[in-house]
Structures are given as structure tokens and as C-alpha cells.
């Protein structure tokens, strides 16, 4: 089945979302910087959901969305309560947690765990 393709494009009060069919006729929709927002915010999901879709039943196996982190940045918010993750991908996307420092701390042992293990493996080229 030929596939059309979307586009997301800044307006001057917000963005148009504009769909172009296969045979070449677009529909354009106005959207909100807000809804943009919220669009984005379910991104993950709305991929999660449709690799859920399109498994195969009883396979057993779980699909999943992975992004390559291609670089990174750590520092405190401006109370130093919490740290700050910044993840870039190199198509652009960017991401910025604020994690607890409880959960900072789980996630500095897990990594390191994961990287002791990985360190019996010879690492991929």
C-alpha cells in the first residue's frame, strides 16, 4: 500500500498540520502551539501503541521504540532538588527529564550494573 506523508509546518499563531495523500491532495489542519505540545508529549505512546498493533499474537516477543542517544548532558534544576538529563538524537530530537534524586541514584546503579555485565561481552564495533 503507497504511503502519503505529514508535515508539521509553524504558522504565524500556531502550525499547520498538512497531510498529502498518495495521489497528491493535501488536508491542512490548524493546530495550537499547546496542542503541538501535547502532540509530542504522546509521541512515544502513540508509536508504543501502534508496534502493539501490528504484532504478531502469541509471539511472546514485545516490540519497542528505541532513539540512539547520540549525546547527553547532566546538571541540577536552579533549586538543586532534583537533577536535569538532557538527551539529543542524531535526527535532532531532544528530551529533558528532571529525575528525583532517588531515582537518579537507581538509575547511576543500574547503569553501572548493566555496564559491569556488559564489560564480560566484547562491546559491538
Known amino acids: 500500500m503507497e504511503q502519503g506523508k505529514i508535515d508539521i509546518q509553524p504558522t504565524d499563531d500556531g502550525y499547520l498540520l498538512i497531510r ?6 493535501t488536508q491542512k489542519m490548524p493546530l495550537s502551539n499547546l496542542e503541538v505540545m501535547t502532540l509530542a508529549q504522546s509521541a512515544m505512546s502513540l508509536q508504543a501503541g501502534v508496534l502493539a498493533r501490528l504484532q504478531p499474537a502469541g509471539t511472546g516477543a514485545t516490540a519497542v521504540v528505541t ?3 547520540e549525546k ?3 546538571d541540577t534544576d536552579s533549586l538543586e ?4 538529563l538532557e538527551t539529543r538524537t542524531p535526527n535532532g530530537g531532544q528530551v529533558i527529564y528532571t529525575i528525583v534524586p ?3 541514584r537507581l538509575l547511576a546503579q543500574e547503569l553501572n550494573r548493566i555496564l559491569n555485565e ?8
Open 20 to 25: 498529502t495523500t498518495p495521489d497528491g491532495s
Open 67 to 69: 532513539a540512539i542517544l
Open 72 to 74: 547527553f548532558r547532566v
Open 81 to 84: 532538588e532534583s537533577v536535569l
Open 102 to 104: 532517588t531515582t537518579a
Open 118 to 125: 556488559m564489560g564480560t561481552k566484547p562491546l559491538p564495533q
